[in-house]
């Protein structure tokens, strides 16, 4: 985002705007946290900010500040509407395409005549927003909330309740700061939100630390069903509706699941396939190690995208049918699977 686009944004903001936040279908921590710090930083500026997020998520990210305060577009579609309606400026965070906000909600803000920015660090953003802050090297976009803020020169107002929202996304799009993303700069981010307020043992804890005993189940049976392809240093993991079903499986429980194949000794690809029969899917989840973009996998094979290590697809055929054309993929990325 150049200097001149922040100019026009300051100036955008020096009055009080119905601001409407948006992140991606199925949130995860990186979505939330910058989607709720960004919403508390916008409340201390005296805007009046909803945050509206596409579905439900995980249970382990509903104790953030400002959570009680989050509309839900599934359960509550008219009064979501009518706030994108009446808003002013909407910004979507942690994502580059409306689709990826659901079909409906995409259409919706699409149709706004709201002043649409984009925060986003992933790859080969669509052109929806006026204003776009997009960086692929950026470890998180709750990282790029705190340069956001830090350019509208507001960083002394970052407070414990932002800086919890903001540490928690970092934290968690790094992998606990282990991902190739997590820099010196991102270091320097969360030691001044951890001097702001954030506690970054009891967020790590409120994160990490609450595994029912249904989801510890549901690992051990994702772990039964490992698959290991040492020709292809690829490595693959199923789970059906019904398994789901047996152990009670709650959104989030599958959360990190495919990092367990991809820390094997010689893995450097690993997926989880998940069966979601309710929206007649397989949910594709893919990480990899090095050099192998499984961003380009998902988007040639799997109607999906992400990051270079780090991506999402989807299919629409049977599980084991889709289990069974990844198979028969691998063969063409052989080569640089070997590398």
Not at 183 to 207: F, M, P, W, Y
Request: charged share 20%; proline share 3%.
């Amino acid at each position: 985002m150049i200097k001149g686009q922040i100019k026009d944004i300051i100036q955008i903001l020096s009055s009080s705007k119905h601001i409407v936040i948006v992140p991606h279908k199925n949130p995860d921590g990186d979505a939330m946290g910058s989607s709720l710090g960004l919403y508390h930083f916008l409340k201390y500026k005296n805007h009046l900010v909803h945050v509206v997020a596409p579905n439900s998520y995980a249970d382990f990210l509903k104790w953030l500040p400002g959570d009680d305060m989050v509309l839900n577009f599934e359960q509550q579609p008219e009064t979501c509407q009518e706030k994108i309606e009446h808003a002013d400026i909407i910004f979507t965070l942690d994502f580059n395409a409306l689709h990826r906000a659901g079909d409906e909600l995409g259409r919706t803000i699409q149709a706004s005549k709201a002043l649409k920015i984009m925060i986003d660090h992933h790859q080969q953003p669509d052109d929806y927003a006026a204003f776009m802050y997009s960086d692929v090297k950026m470890s998180s976009t709750c990282e790029m909330i705190y340069n956001f803020i830090e350019m509208l020169e507001e960083a002394d107002l970052i407070n414990p309740e932002i800086a919890t929202c903001l540490y928690t996304g970092i934290m968690t799009d790094t992998g606990s700061f282990r991902f190739p993303s997590t820099t010196s700069r991102t270091h320097r981010v969360t030691a001044d939100l951890i001097e702001k307020g954030a506690v970054n043992h009891q967020i790590h804890n409120a994160v990490y630390d609450t595994n029912s005993y249904t989801r510890l189940q549901l690992l051990g049976r994702a772990m039964q069903n490992l698959e290991v392809l040492p020709e292809y240093r690829t490595a693959y993991i199923t789970l059906s509706q019904e398994e789901l079903d047996t152990f009670r499986f709650k959104k989030g429980d599958t959360e990190g699941l495919v990092n367990y194949a991809l820390s094997l000794k010689g893995i450097i690809f690993a997926v989880i396939f998940i069966e979601n029969r309710q929206d007649s899917i397989i949910k594709i989840s893919l990480r990899s190690k090095g050099q192998f973009s499984v961003n380009e996998f998902s988007r040639a094979h799997f109607n999906g995208g992400g990051h270079t290590n780090a991506a999402g697809g989807r299919s629409y055929l049977p599980l084991q049918n889709t289990v069974d054309k990844f198979i028969s993929i691998l063969p063409e990325y052989k080569e640089e699977l070997s590398q």
